[in-house]
């Protein structure tokens, strides 16, 4: 069966509004003409408010791992070293990408356990050049210690590179607080775009940085962008993805209306609710968690229970018309995962949980309906 219109509640890609889908369908402009330096500007003046920076804001035609890559990329010499800290799938990415650069200096733990600050803090006295790390690490629902990474940074003189791209738009960030260099956004995650772009914040730190990095790609070159970005008529370099801009431009405008704050209390309301209802079911949380890191407020993972895989889980909700994931590699089978990012609605949220009571039923994990429907309302009417 070919429906057109799934739920999907993925940690990316997500649902996105009809006015987004309409906004994408305008004919063509030239991307060096007015029109074009409109929109760019428009994007980047919200784009300033999502990540609360005064930094420079470049989009580029790519998805996050486009914004990752030229994060890395522009800021690592061949014998420079990058600690990279990783508690799951995409933190792995950012010691993959660092080695193509320069060193990776690996900081990692289990995937969903709490990160070694200790080790982190160690390596920067040692001497390493940046630290990169995922502030929401989708892969296994948890929240990371941003505010803390970057005070370590700091007090070492260390450029932070921060992959914000299932945070920004949906959790609080502060990049300037925070003392983030380089923070990274993505399109198809909490700002409810279509996938294809990632938006970098870059400091005048991070800038510097790059004038003594000789092996840079040349796509993803942040110097080109920030030139493009300065020209009396703003620009990218190459020619961008046009109606992806439009479809952000749109997307932003939503998250205008909407205020950032509301935004970010309705995420939070979600995933708290989505909490709730797993604990009256009796499912568990699969991240563990201390003092410094916390569930992730824009997807939740779930261990799964004995006697279903998250595969599993994940055909049922599928035949029921509901796309939600499972676990990646390692994780595979072990958890399922319901994200809540971009612009939902109660709606969204209670059909998912009504359908996963009705699956576990159905397979006799659980004894009755109902139990989580009530606690997800129980949350939600707090909105
Ligand atoms: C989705 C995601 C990415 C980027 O993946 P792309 O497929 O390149 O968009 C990077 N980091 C995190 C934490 C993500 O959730």
Same mark, same amino acid.
């Given at each position: 069966?070919?429906?057109? /219109?799934?739920?999907?509640?993925?940690?990316?890609?997500? %649902?996105?509004?009809?006015?987004?889908?309409?906004?994408?369908?305008?004919?063509?402009?030239?991307?060096?003409?007015?029109?074009?330096?409109?929109?760019? /500007?428009?994007?980047?003046?919200?784009?300033?408010?999502?990540?609360?920076?005064?930094?420079?804001?470049?989009?580029?035609?790519?998805?996050?791992?486009?914004?990752?890559?030229?994060?890395?990329?522009?800021?690592?010499?061949?014998? /420079?070293?990058?600690?990279?800290?990783?508690?799951?799938?995409?933190?792995?990415?950012?010691?993959?990408?660092?080695? $193509?650069?320069?060193?990776?200096?690996?900081?990692? #733990?289990?995937?969903?356990?709490?990160?070694?600050?200790?080790?982190?803090?160690?390596?920067?006295?040692?001497?390493?050049?940046?630290?990169?790390?995922?502030?929401?690490?989708?892969?296994?629902?948890?929240?990371?210690?941003?505010?803390?990474? +970057?005070?370590?940074?700091?007090?070492?003189?260390?450029?932070?590179?921060?992959?914000?791209?299932?945070?920004?738009?949906?959790?609080?960030?502060?990049?300037?607080?925070?003392?983030? &260099?380089?923070?990274?956004? @993505?399109?198809?995650?909490?700002?409810?775009? =279509? =996938?294809?772009?990632?938006?970098?914040?870059?400091? &005048? $730190?991070?800038?510097?940085?790059?004038?003594?990095? /000789?092996?840079? =790609?040349?796509?993803? *070159?942040?110097?080109?962008?920030?030139?493009?970005? *300065?020209?009396?008529?703003?620009?990218?370099?190459?020619? %961008?993805?046009?109606?992806?801009?439009?479809?952000?431009?749109?997307?932003?405008?939503?998250?205008?209306?909407?205020?950032?704050?509301?935004?970010?209390?309705?995420?939070?309301?979600?995933?708290?609710?989505?909490?709730?209802?797993?604990?009256?079911?009796?499912?568990?949380?699969?991240?563990?968690?201390?003092?410094?890191?916390?569930?992730?407020?824009?997807?939740?993972?779930?261990?799964?229970?004995?006697?279903?895989?998250?595969?599993?889980?994940?055909? &049922?909700?599928?035949?029921?018309?509901?796309?939600?994931? +499972?676990?990646?590699?390692?994780?595979?089978?072990?958890?399922?995962?319901?994200?809540?990012?971009?612009?939902?609605?109660?709606?969204?949220?209670?059909?998912?949980?009504?359908?996963?009571?009705?699956?576990?039923?159905?397979?006799?994990?659980? #004894?009755?309906?109902?139990? @989580?429907?009530?606690?997800?309302?129980?949350?939600?009417?707090?909105?």
């Amino acid at each position: 069966m070919n429906f057109e /219109d799934k739920l999907i509640m993925m940690p990316g890609p997500v %649902p996105v509004a009809p006015r987004i889908l309409r906004a994408m369908s305008k004919p063509m402009i030239n991307h060096r003409g007015d029109e074009f330096a409109e929109i760019y /500007d428009d994007c980047c003046n919200i784009l300033k408010d999502v990540f609360n920076t005064q930094n420079d804001i470049s989009v580029i035609s790519g998805s996050g791992s486009a914004g990752m890559e030229a994060a890395i990329g522009c800021t690592t010499n061949n014998n /420079d070293n990058v600690i990279t800290i990783e508690n799951g799938k995409f933190g792995e990415r950012f010691k993959l990408i660092a080695d $193509r650069y320069g060193n990776a200096l690996p900081v990692e #733990s289990e995937w969903g356990e709490p990160i070694d600050l200790d080790k982190v803090e160690n390596l920067l006295a040692e001497g390493a050049n940046s630290v990169a790390m995922v502030h929401n690490e989708t892969s296994a629902g948890v929240l990371n210690p941003a505010k803390e990474v +970057g005070k370590l940074a700091k007090k070492y003189d260390a450029l932070f590179i921060m992959d914000g791209i299932t945070s920004i738009g949906g959790d609080e960030v502060k990049v300037d607080d925070w003392g983030v &260099d380089i923070a990274i956004a @993505g399109s198809q995650k909490c700002i409810g775009a =279509p =996938p294809g772009m990632s938006m970098v914040s870059i400091s &005048d $730190r991070a800038y510097e940085a790059m004038e003594n990095v /000789d092996n840079k =790609p040349y796509y993803l *070159d942040l110097e080109a962008y920030k030139e493009s970005l *300065d020209k009396d008529k703003t620009q990218t370099p190459y020619t %961008p993805a046009v109606p992806l801009f439009y479809g952000l431009q749109e997307s932003l405008h939503i998250v205008n209306e909407e205020g950032i704050d509301n935004r970010i209390n309705r995420h939070r309301t979600y995933s708290k609710a989505v909490r709730n209802a797993m604990d009256a079911i009796g499912l568990e949380m699969y991240p563990t968690l201390d003092e410094n890191t916390q569930y992730s407020n824009t997807v939740s993972a779930m261990s799964a229970p004995e006697g279903v895989s998250g595969e599993d889980i994940k055909k &049922d909700m599928l035949k029921r018309g509901i796309v939600i994931v +499972g676990g990646q590699e390692r994780l595979k089978d072990k958890i399922f995962r319901i994200g809540n990012m971009g612009n939902l609605t109660h709606r969204d949220i209670l059909i998912t949980i009504q359908e996963l009571e009705t699956i576990l039923h159905k397979r006799g994990i659980i #004894s009755e309906v109902g139990a @989580g429907i009530n606690a997800a309302n129980d949350i939600l009417d707090s909105l």
